[in-house]
């Protein structure tokens, strides 16, 4: 028989979602549920493979309150056949992941992550894996934002340029593909505009098959096929998972079908497995005794349904942070708010999963040209794909960008036109200063020139919570700050 049957599921950005939601009765995600379903297609399909494309961490007080070594407990029971990093597996330091490396009983890799001082890498960057005679190489290739997070750690280094992954790519490929290999996939964790460019670069003769993505987020219907090569994504969550259905000929040697699908999960679709939900209630119940206290009860749900957007939410957090502060206007990062819905009863645990990236807040001051130039680029054609940095603006702020002619007809603040030479203070968070010329595409040099940037708050937290506390019955409203013509 020379036709053998695969069956590759993969999951992205999990982001410590572990626990089911309810939709319309029926129970939806949640990490019980996923390894029910993946339980279950090992035991009645062939050949299964499971793979994890970055971000696992993050997201929930499970997770954070344990640095992560929850998360690797609980994904040891999906066994995953491997993972690839993403930038948030990072977030607690290199050296706390080298450790949780060690607690994972499944293969991490990333081919483009080393110390700067020998070129070394600092995880296997690829994993062949054998299954009923075929072997699948993967290759793990992270995103550019992990330098965001390793600043501090001057000997760690990254290949972030397209070109230089793609170069690594065939560098893997000449020297690990074999005749032995049916097929070759890449787990990255990039972005679905910077897996397209991947794809472009991709030499045919490296015989990549498959791009199996995260980072960005994506809800996919199908493939997208970029230089002959399909690249998928399973949105984010455990709330779906991506399955390809394989034939390959071992006499031929290549796939000669390929189906595949984002599977929803939920109770209509599998049963969740008892010894996960056994786990997570042991966690669930340690962090309940820290975490389910009463903060605050806003007028309604307020909602965030998307970061490339201006939210309720958003608006209520940076408004939050600019009251009675020493800075003009808040720029937070869409991406730092990680719900879509809040309240009207606010946890602590609620409080703290929304905003889990706690940082600093800086205060810099811009010229106006300097703001256009900076919303000018955070509104370039990629934002809308969803994987790079968008911003919520406090009040005040008037922003009406077209998309067709990637112009700003409108840029106020407090009904007043932004002139070239006015002077405005902003804050950012932590993160979004120490990525200022990333994110903004202005030299930080040109900006503190203006005045020295200083830290005007210690923790985002502190103060939503106090505001919070103190003020019952909060509302917000879309209202026009950013406004997407187009």
Not at 168 to 185: F, H, L, P, Q, W
Request: aromatic content about 8%; hydrophobic content about 40%.
């Amino acid at each position: 028989m020379t036709k053998k049957k695969l069956t590759l599921l993969h999951s992205n950005d999990m982001h410590g979602d572990f626990l089911p939601s309810e939709e319309n009765g029926v129970k939806k995600g949640g990490l019980a549920y996923l390894a029910g379903y993946i339980r279950n297609a090992r035991k009645t399909d062939e050949n299964v493979v499971y793979a994890i494309a970055g971000d696992m961490f993050r997201g929930s007080v499970i997770d954070s309150e344990y640095l992560g070594l929850s998360t690797i407990d609980l994904i040891n029971l999906l066994e995953p056949d491997v993972a690839s990093l993403g930038n948030h597996e990072v977030d607690y330091g290199v050296a706390h992941l080298l450790f949780l490396e060690k607690c994972a009983r499944f293969p991490l890799i990333t081919a483009n992550l080393y110390v700067t001082l020998n070129n070394t890498r600092l995880f296997q960057p690829y994993l062949n894996v054998e299954i009923d005679g075929m072997r699948i190489l993967f290759i793990g290739i992270l995103t550019e934002e992990v330098i965001a997070s390793t600043k501090s750690e001057k000997v760690i280094g990254s290949f972030i340029d397209v070109d230089e992954a793609a170069k690594e790519i065939g560098v893997i490929c000449d020297n690990y593909r074999t005749s032995k290999t049916a097929m070759t996939v890449l787990l990255t964790h990039i972005g679905i505009e910077e897996d397209r460019k991947l794809a472009e670069r991709l030499n045919p003769d490296w015989g990549v098959d498959l791009i199996i993505g995260g980072h960005s987020h994506t809800a996919m219907d199908a493939p997208e096929v970029v230089n002959g090569i399909p690249i998928v994504q399973a949105a984010w969550g455990t709330g779906q998972i991506g399955r390809f259905d394989i034939v390959y000929d071992t006499w031929k040697k290549r796939i000669t079908e390929m189906n595949w699908s984002c599977v929803p999960i939920n109770a209509e679709t599998c049963q969740p497995d008892p010894v996960t939900e056994e786990l997570l209630e042991m966690y669930r119940t340690k962090t309940d005794v820290k975490y389910r206290r009463l903060v605050s009860r806003l007028a309604r749900k307020l909602t965030h349904p998307a970061r490339t957007q201006e939210t309720e939410l958003g608006n209520l957090y940076a408004d939050i942070l600019q009251d009675e502060s020493s800075f003009d206007l808040m720029i937070m990062g869409s991406g730092s708010i990680r719900k879509t819905e809040f309240g009207p009863l606010v946890e602590y645990q609620d409080m703290v999963e929304n905003t889990p990236y706690d940082d600093q807040l800086w205060m810099l001051e811009v010229t106006g040209d300097q703001l256009r130039r900076m919303v000018t680029y955070v509104m370039r054609d990629e934002a809308w794909e969803g994987h790079t940095e968008f911003y919520q603006f406090s009040q005040g702020m008037r922003i009406v960008w077209r998309k067709s002619t990637h112009t700003l007809e409108e840029f106020r603040f407090h009904g007043e036109d932004i002139t070239a030479d006015q002077r405005i203070t902003i804050a950012l968070q932590n993160y979004h200063y120490n990525s200022f010329e990333e994110f903004f595409n202005v030299p930080l040099d040109e900006v503190t020139a203006n005045r020295k940037p200083r830290v005007v708050a210690t923790s985002v937290n502190n103060i939503i919570e106090e505001y919070l506390a103190t003020h019952p019955g909060l509302d917000a409203h879309v209202e026009g700050r950013i406004v997407i013509l187009d």
